[in-house]
């Protein structure tokens, strides 16, 4: 089973487009929890324990375990343990934006999808596929390349108009066209910039979009599902981190987080059903 | 003592822009080393221990330690403690070519410029200055931007046309224009790629270079260092890693690693000369 049929699987059982973040950052978990052993993984498995009927994956993103080091990054090692042997039908995607060249990849490929054992990547398209290639190689495991993020700042670069069409463009052409011969490839494309998802999905048929920005980055969820779904109205990831795991800070942690991703789903599910899903 | 500083006396003393890629994969260095414990460490410490005095600076390449999980990340953690301790004067730039969003990006700050303690990181430019601000910030520290990367399929992306001029020349014009306000952005620019390089140095004015694709990439010495040297006939970091340090796969892997470290350091500053540096 390769990663997209993972996916349609868990979309179609937990009725979900929703990813939860786990961008457990260790200042901001509930303070309680922070002198516990394993703050991070405990954080992380009370999210999971409540949530895992509600989404259609999980994403941790590295740079919160690496700010601690090996110790977080074993308690990220730990979160994924733990999703496997519990809840092993949902993807996990690792939030990690790696890309160096082809041989130096190979480390990369060896963490993520060989020592985690996550089922897709992070990707930053500017050296190339052919650099890409021990990641796209992987026909088992999802490459989900960055098209057009969620920043402010996004447009720097990936708007510079190439021949008439911005950058974020091209590179979904590209990764449509040209780097998608295992049926492995997603893009990013971020819920702040609904013209932009929609313009990117013209581009992309049916490909599958992981789609930061709602919640904490404020990104509109109407604006987002109606923009991005595809013609089987889904083929999206919809992620929300901090606006989920933080929705407090106090003991209830992990029931407003189980709230927040009961919501999320909700409001996606009802503007599916206006562009006509039905389910 | 910001990056440059730091750099530019160590260039002085050792009178060298050779930098040592510490590439330690696991699967390449010597079999009798390989059973050991900490291996990659051990194995990073034989080789600093012999060209400490050849070199202006370490690069790890954050890859193969990742590959082996917090394992690998604990002995890159060991190798830079043990710079630290032994060698201050050689700055340490960690290659992890990283970059998310802003709020993110403080995670890998806090890895690289706190927990490791690294001088510089490499990171890509694909996400614009406002997402890599909590890099720019530190002024103590350096930030090495991917412009023109060695690898085969470079070009990809980075020859696309934007008003004319690729696109690697546009991050070079926004690095040293806008970016560097601080006075702590560097360039990446492949030695495969001696007249990209040229035209990079003619945007960049006086601006270090970090130089990977010597020796097992094949990049041209002469033609790498007339083409990057700045008006002080200085201004290039130039690498070299698995030419260097997997030079013998025996016993005798530190003596060859010195070797090869001299004969990189001589023919640079053969050429240097040839330039009109004097020392």
Partial sequence: MNFQQKLDVIVGKNNSLVCVGLDSDISKIPEHKRSEINPQFTFNKAIVD??????CAYKPNTAFYESRGSEGIQELKMTCDYLHEKYAEIPIILDAKRADIGSTNEGYVD???DWLGVDAITLHPYLGKEALKPFL???DKGCIILCRTSNSGAGEFQDLLVDEEPLYQRVAKKVV???NANNNCMLVVGATYPEE???VRKIAGDMTFLVPGIGAQSGDVEKTVKAGLNSKKSGMIINSSRGIIFASSGDDFAKKSKEET???KNATNKYRKETGYVK
Same sequence: chains 1, 2.
């Fill in 177 to 179: 066209n040209e780097w």
């Fill in 50 to 55: 409540v949530t895992h009927d509600l989404v």
């Fill in 262 to 264: 009961k919501k999320l």
């Fill in 197 to 199: 998802l929609a313009a």
């Fill in 137 to 139: 190689d992987r026909k």
């Fill in 111 to 113: 963490f993520a999808f």
